[in-house]
């Protein structure tokens, strides 16, 4: 298995664009992740999905970020309008069920400037 | 609330010497508890987890971890340190309640070794 996939590999971009990252989890997984890492604040849980349906946004830092997963086997999260302070690395990790291994992509790395 | 305690964001220890970095949990359902290391420029991956079964669990890499539900604790060891050890390391807490999982991760021990 490929494992988890996250495009693009980096991202850099200017305040007030619009940022979407993707996500592929491994096939027969029923559960996504999105997390963003920073130093300041850690590994932070943004949203996750079941069945393709959101469960828990309550970590999605405002209004702006948004995500989405249209089928079993892809995601997004967009930032609209992007600003400095996005500055992180986004991971997505999926796992069989909610307690049990949760298999993370390589992150993207994103630069708001 | 559910939350994870990391004592000590960056330990340090000689390459050979046992290496323990701790974590205390708080939930009020019982908890899976997880261990993930991360190298740099990569993703977390599994290190070892708790799922009520025995509570030592052996994972890769030689460490180990005990949950001790007494002291609300899930400590990572090792016996002997390598320098291939050199990562991130996170402990995690997942619950279900009502159909709903909680995660919480903690914010990470940095751990060097030493030659």
């Known amino acids: 298995d490929a494992g988890v996939i996250q495009s693009p590999r980096h991202e850099v971009t200017e305040m007030g664009q619009e940022v979407t990252l993707r996500c592929k989890p491994i096939?027969?997984?029923?559960?996504l992740f999105w997390y963003r890492q920073t130093m300041m604040r850690g590994l932070e849980l943004l949203i996750y999905?079941?069945?393709?349906?959101?469960?828990?946004d309550s970590g999605m830092p405002e209004d702006r970020f948004s995500a989405k997963m249209p089928n079993a086997s892809f995601s997004t999260l967009k930032i609209q309008p992007s600003e400095p302070r996005d500055s992180a690395v986004y991971f997505c990790?999926?796992?069989?069920?909610?307690?049990?291994?949760?298999?993370f992509g390589p992150g993207t790395p994103l630069l708001v400037l | 609330a559910q939350s994870v305690t990391q004592l000590g964001s960056h330990v340090s220890v000689s390459e050979g010497a046992l290496v323990l970095l701790r974590c205390n949990y708080s939930?009020?359902?019982?908890?899976?508890l997880f261990w993930y290391v991360q190298y740099p420029n990569q993703g977390l991956q599994l290190l070892l987890k708790?799922?009520?079964?025995?509570?030592l669990v052996k994972g890769i890499n030689g460490f180990e971890a005990e949950f001790k539900k007494s002291e609300t604790s899930f400590h990572l060891t090792k016996p002997s340190a390598h320098m291939s050890d050199a990562a991130e390391y996170f402990c995690?807490?997942?619950?279900?309640?009502?159909?709903?999982?909680?995660?919480?991760f903690g914010t990470g021990t940095k751990l060097q070794v030493i030659p």
């Open positions: 096939s027969g997984h029923d559960y």
């Open positions: 995690a807490v997942i619950t279900n309640s009502g159909g709903y999982q909680k995660v919480t």
């Open positions: 999905f079941n069945n393709n349906v959101p469960i828990d």
């Open positions: 939930s009020s359902v019982p908890p899976y």
């Open positions: 708790y799922t009520s079964a025995a509570t």
């Open positions: 990790a999926s796992s069989r069920s909610g307690q049990e291994t949760q298999y």
